[in-house]
C-alpha cells in the first residue's frame, strides 16, 4: 500500500513539472548581450511529449526548460557547445553548435519518434535554422519563465 | 492509517497540479469562430527561409523552388486576395518556407513518407498594429501512393509537382485556419 502511495506522489509530482510555457508569445529576437553569442531554442507544437518539458543542457549543464510550444534564450559564451534537451526514456542526441560573439544561433527542437512493437524510442533533434524561419515560426511559441 | 496517507498525497497532488495546468490539448487555432474566409491580404509577402547554400549553381533544384515559389504566390493570391469578399477583415500575411525537399515526380512516387515536403509558416498580422493575430506551421507532401510499375507511370505522366505542393500548401493553411480545435 505504502508504495503504491510513493508511486501515486511521485507521479502527481512528475505531472507538476509538466505544462505549457506560461510567459509571453515571441514578439522580436532581443540584441545580444556585450561580448556574448545568444542562442534562441525553441520547439514547435508536437504530439509526442507535449506534456513534457525537456530540460536543456549546455556542455552538460542544465539551462533551464522547455515546453511544447516554448522558446527559450539563453546568453552563451563565444565558442563550440555541446546542447542536449533530455526527458524520461529519450534516447541521447547531443549536437555540438558554434557560437560567435555578437551572433544569435536560432534552434529548432523536433520530437522524433519511431514506434514499434515492442515500444517506440524518441529523441530531441536539434537543428540551427536561419533567423528568417525562426522568427516566423518562434511566433507559434511563447517564452519560457 | 495508511489508506489515510493515500487520500493525503492524493488530495495534495490534485491541489498542486490544479496550480499549473497541464496544456495536454492547446487551443491551436487563433481565429477559432472567426470566418475565415473574410480574410484578405493587403499586404502578402513569401519569405525563403531555406539555407540551400548547398543548391548553387544547381539549375534543376533552382528551376523548381522558382516554379514553386510562382506558383504559391499565385494560389495564395488566388485564396487571399480575392475581390469578392464581402465584409473583409484585413490582414498581413507573410509566408516564411522553412523547408524545401524536392527531388523528381517519379521517385516521389517510390519514396513513401513524401520525397517532396514544403514545410511554411503562415503569420497573420493586423495591419494597423503589425499584432500577431494568428501563425501557423503548415507542411505539404508529395509522395508515392503504391505499386512499383504504376508509380513510375504516375510520376512520368504528372510532373506538375510545383503546383500540387503549392495547392497542397495552401489548402492544408486553409484547413488550420478552419480548424474548431
Redo the contacts between chains.
Sequence with gaps: MKNIAVLLLVVFIGGCVTGAPQGDSFSAVRDVPQGQSQLYLYRLHGAVGQALKYKVFIDGEQKGLLGNRGYIVIPVSPGKHEIELKAPGYKKNPVTFDFEAGENVFISAITDYKGGILGGSAKVVLTEVTKVVAEAEMTTTKEEI | M??L??CF??F???I??S??????N?I?NPLKGVDTQRLVASDLSI?????DSSFQGNPKYADSKDAYLKELERVLIASFQRADVAEPIDVSL?F?I?LYRRIGAVQARWIEGGGNTIK??A?FRNPQDNS?MA???VEAVYGSDGGLIGAALQGLADTDVESKLAEQTVQNLRKKLSSKR
Design positions: 495508511s489508506r496517507f493515500l498525497v492524493v495534495f497532488g490534485l498542486a497540479c496550480t499549473q495546468p497541464l496544456d495536454l492547446p491551436s519569405l525563403w527561409g531555406v539555407d507573410t516564411t522553412s511554411g509558416t503569420v500577431v501563425a501557423y506551421v
